[in-house]
């Protein structure tokens, strides 16, 4: 079985920059996530989603954060503009419908903001 | 609002000691728990979760978690460490209201040969 699938694994932009991340879920997981890891720490929740509806967003930074999951599949985040605080590795996450549910993560891309 | 205290930030154990993990959470119910590894330049593997039942909860490469109500805690142990087991290490826990994780800020374990 494939399992999270992640697109680009690095980038390097400057400031004020934007930058798109793409995700593609295991076949079948209903529900996606995208996390935040900033060196030294454990991640953090952007956003979830249930197919193409937002379950949580509590956490993103809509002023510069944007996500969507359009067909319920594929998933993309996009920052614009970057700040130098963004450099963090973003994770893609995906889990069948339910709480209980394993959440299985793609590999992450390394965003280096400068 | 949940979250999650790991109170070592790094470990050093040598090679066949046994290693114990420390996590200790907060939250308003019974939680659900979870202890993901993580690899240099890879995605986080679940090693295993508690929902319920058995407090004693076995996972995948030998690892086992047992959880304490009573001290909020979630530690995860191994009787014997092998040098494949050197990673970065995160507790997290989970609402029972939805599948949002709050992660602990991790344990990296350096193992001597």
């Known amino acids: 079985e494939a399992g999270v699938a992640q697109s680009p694994r690095y980038k390097i932009i400057e400031k004020r920059q934007s930058v798109a991340f793409w995700c593609n879920p295991i076949?079948?997981?209903?529900?996606l996530y995208w996390y935040q890891q900033i060196l030294g720490q454990g991640p953090k929740l952007l956003i979830q989603?249930?197919?193409?509806?937002?379950?949580?967003d509590s956490q993103l930074p809509k002023d510069r954060f944007s996500a969507e999951r359009l067909k319920g599949v594929d998933s993309t985040l996009k920052i614009q503009p970057a700040k130098l605080e963004d450099s963090a590795v973003y994770l893609c996450?995906?889990?069948?419908?339910?709480?209980?549910?394993?959440?299985?993560f793609g590999p992450g891309t390394r965003l280096l903001v400068l | 609002a949940q979250s999650v205290t790991q109170p070592d930030i790094h470990i050093t154990v040598s090679e066949g000691a046994s290693l114990e993990l420390r996590c200790n959470y907060s939250?308003?119910?019974?939680?659900?728990l979870f202890w993901y590894v993580q690899s240099p330049g890879q995605g986080l593997q679940l090693l295993l979760k508690?929902?319920?039942?058995?407090?004693l909860v076995q996972g995948i490469k030998g690892f086992e978690a047992e959880f304490k109500r009573s001290q909020s805690s979630f530690n995860l142990r191994k009787p014997s460490v092998h040098w494949s087991d050197a990673a970065e290490y995160f507790c997290a826990v989970g609402a029972r209201a939805g599948n949002m994780l709050t992660f602990g800020g991790g344990t990296r374990l350096m193992v001597k040969p």
């Open positions: 939250y308003g119910a019974t939680p659900y």
């Open positions: 996450a995906s889990s069948l419908a339910g709480p209980t549910e394993t959440q299985y």
């Open positions: 989603f249930q197919n193409n509806g937002v379950v949580d």
């Open positions: 076949s079948g997981h209903a529900t």
């Open positions: 508690y929902f319920s039942g058995d407090t």
